[in-house]
């Protein structure tokens, strides 16, 4: 049994151009980004963690989310030659 339910959440465009172009600034290409969603609708940005944090949830859960960053990576190596 996975130990965290997550649920799908579509983030504004404008919160995703945010953190794009906050991205773009601090010259990160990935990351995890920690935001709290606030009850009067209000987005809180906490911390971007460069090397992400999955581990807790890839391996229990059957993620393989190393295994499809890696693949990810790969895709991205192979059209750069």
């Given at each position: 049994m996975c130990p965290i339910e997550t649920v799908p959440f579509k983030l504004p465009e404008s919160i995703e151009k945010m953190i794009d172009t906050l991205m773009k600034r601090i010259?990160?290409?990935s990351g995890s980004i920690d935001l709290l969603y606030s009850t009067d609708n209000i987005f809180y940005f906490l911390e971007v963690n460069p090397v992400g944090q999955f581990d807790m949830v890839s391996f229990p859960c059957n993620y393989h989310l190393e295994k499809e960053i890696a693949l990810h990576l790969s895709?991205?190596?192979?059209t750069e030659k």
């Amino acid at each position: 049994m996975c130990p965290i339910e997550t649920v799908p959440f579509k983030l504004p465009e404008s919160i995703e151009k945010m953190i794009d172009t906050l991205m773009k600034r601090i010259s990160l290409e990935s990351g995890s980004i920690d935001l709290l969603y606030s009850t009067d609708n209000i987005f809180y940005f906490l911390e971007v963690n460069p090397v992400g944090q999955f581990d807790m949830v890839s391996f229990p859960c059957n993620y393989h989310l190393e295994k499809e960053i890696a693949l990810h990576l790969s895709n991205d190596y192979e059209t750069e030659k």
